[in-house]
T-cell receptor, first 115, second 112 residues
Framework: GAGVSQSPRYKVTKRGQDVALRCDPI?????LYWYRQALGQGPEFLTY????????KSGLPNDRFSAERPEGSISTLTIQRTEQRDSAMYRC?????????????FGDGTRLSIL | QKEVEQNSGPLSVPEGAIASLNCTYS??????FFWYRQYSGKSPELIMF????GDKEDGRFTAQLNKASQYVSLLIRDSQPSDSATYLC????????????FGTGTRLQVFP
């Protein structure tokens, strides 16, 4: 497909487990963004990359959250020692050009549920 | 004060009417503004973006920006039931980052 691809679509895990969420951006897109969206809210910024470089991680809630994009394409968002409050929809977006104000295109998201 | 504010709605309009969705933002240095449509259970879909003061039209959609008043709006002409969705306003920030700040969204209901 031509869009942003996220996997898995759904993830259910027990509290305390680590989870890894994957994002495959639109081919050729330079910038990749991670957001978290609670029900009835807008997406909340977590972190973003230009190519392989993480530019801003100010939105990561705490040090249990980390992200990488080692080859400038696919990105992984990892949550260690998950807690129930981590349950949310995690969304990835990409844009073809780096820079503030570029339109971002979203994937379908990963619904994470922590039991 | 929230950085991007939207009335949560629902905003109910009859089919064929003009729907007017509003958004205010706090960062006076913001330069880029986006409207996303999100159907229930789906991902946000970009429908409009605007960078300059004034109006920008695309089909039935018009985005309006007033930087002096820190206000951006979306008009939907000839509203259709298929326009029923949540509309998210997103704003770039003025300091050294490319992140977007989203509002909570306005739910639009278009009734036949």
């Amino acid at each position: 497909g031509a869009g942003v691809s996220q996997s898995p679509r759904y993830k259910v895990t027990k509290r305390g487990q680590d989870v890894a969420l994957r994002c495959d951006p639109i081919s050729g897109h330079v910038s990749l963004y991670w957001y978290r969206q609670a029900l009835g809210q807008g997406p909340e910024f977590l972190t973003y990359f230009n190519y392989e470089a993480q530019q801003d991680k100010s939105g990561l809630p705490n040090d249990r959250f980390s992200a990488e994009r080692p080859e400038g394409s696919i990105s992984t968002l990892t949550i260690q020692r998950t807690e129930q409050r981590d349950s949310a929809m995690y969304r990835c977006a990409s844009s073809p050009i780096e820079g503030a104000g570029q339109p971002q295109h979203f994937g379908d998201g990963t619904r994470l549920s922590i039991l | 004060q929230k950085e991007v504010e939207q009335n949560s709605g629902p905003l109910s309009v009859p089919e064929g009417a003009i729907a007017s969705l509003n958004c205010t933002y706090s960062d006076r240095g913001s330069q880029s503004f986006f409207w996303y449509r999100q159907y229930s259970g789906k991902s946000p879909e970009l429908i409009m973006f605007i960078y300059s003061n004034g109006d920008k039209e695309d089909g039935r959609f018009t985005a309006q920006l007033n930087k002096a008043s820190q206000y951006v709006s979306l008009l939907i002409r000839d509203s259709q039931p298929s326009d029923s969705a949540t509309y998210l306003c997103a704003v770039s920030v003025s300091y050294n980052t490319d992140k977007l700040i989203f509002g909570t969204g306005t739910r639009l209901q278009v009734f036949p």
